[in-house]
C-alpha cells in the first residue's frame, strides 16, 4: 500500500538554525499538510497545501514556518529560526480531498 | 471553538477482553470523524472514518459509532489483542473548516492490553 515518507526521522538542530523536514506525499494525492505534536500534547494542525499555495494555516504558523512543494514529489516544512518551543514530532499527511488522511512515520525535531 | 476530548487517558486490560473508548466534541457541526491508531514513535495510521450523516463503521474487530447530536463517539475493539497496544486518537473535521481536511485530535487513550 502506498504510504507517506518522511525524512529525517529525528533531526537535532540548535537554536536559531534553520532546519527543513522533507516528506514524500503519497502519488495520487492533491492535498498535503503539516501537523505536530509536542511531547505529551494533542496533534495539531500547523498548514494544509493545495494546487501550490497554501489553502489554510493555523495561529502556529507563523512567519518562521514556510512550506514549498519544489518539484511533483517533494513537500517540505521550513522553520528559519528554531526555538526551544519548536521541538516536537512533525507529521506530514496527504489525502485525495475528502478520503481520509494518510500520515507519515513523523520527523522528531529536538532544538538544543 | 471545537474540544475533543477522550476517556479514559489509560486503560490496561487483559487479552481476549472486549473493551470500549470515549471520544466526545463540544461542536456537533462536523463533516467526518475519525479514529487513528498511533504506536510509540510512529506515525497515524487511520483505522475508521465515519462520515457525519453516518452511524458506524466497521473494520475486523473495531467498531467506530457517532452520535453528532449528543457529541459523542465511541470506538469498539472486540477480543482484544497484545498487539493492540497502542494510543487511539480521535479527531473531527468541523464542517466549516474550509476545503481542508484539518482535523482537530483529542489527547488519546493509551491502551496496554496484558497477554
Known amino acids: 500500500e502506498p504510504e507517506v515518507t518522511q525524512t529525517p526521522s529525528h533531526q537535532v538542530t540548535q537554536m536559531g538554525q534553520e532546519v527543513i523536514l522533507r516528506c514524500v506525499p503519497i502519488?495520487?494525492?492533491?492535498?498535503f499538510y503539516w501537523y505536530r505534536q509536542i511531547l505529551g500534547q494533542k496533534v495539531e494542525f500547523l498548514v494544509s497545501f493545495y494546487n501550490n499555495e497554501i489553502s489554510e494555516k493555523s495561529e502556529i504558523f507563523d512567519d518562521q514556518f514556510s512550506v514549498e512543494r519544489p518539484d511533483g514529489s517533494n513537500f517540505t516544512l521550513k522553520i528559519r529560526s528554531t526555538k526551544l518551543e519548536d521541538s516536537a514530532m512533525y507529521f506530514c499527511a496527504s489525502s485525495r480531498g475528502n478520503s481520509p488522511l494518510h500520515f507519515g512515520n513523523g520527523t522528531r525535531l529536538t532544538v538544543t | 471553538k471545537q474540544e475533543v476530548t477522550q476517556i479514559p487517558a489509560a486503560l490496561s486490560v487483559p487479552e481476549g477482553e472486549n473493551l470500549v473508548l470515549n471520544c466526545s466534541f463540544t461542536d456537533s457541526a462536523i463533516y467526518n470523524l475519525q479514529w487513528f491508531r498511533q504506536d510509540p514513535g510512529k506515525g497515524l495510521t487511520s483505522l475508521l472514518l465515519?462520515?457525519?450523516?453516518?452511524r458506524e463503521q466497521t473494520s475486523g474487530r473495531l467498531n467506530a459509532s457517532l452520535d453528532k447530536s449528543s457529541g459523542r463517539s465511541t470506538l469498539y475493539i472486540a477480543a482484544s489483542q497484545p498487539g493492540d497496544s497502542a494510543t487511539y486518537l480521535c479527531a473531527v473535521r468541523p464542517r466549516y473548516g474550509g476545503a481542508t481536511n484539518k482535523l482537530i485530535f483529542g489527547t488519546g487513550t493509551l491502551l496496554a492490553v496484558q497477554p
Open positions: 465515519i462520515q457525519s450523516s453516518q
Open positions: 502519488s495520487n494525492h492533491l492535498y
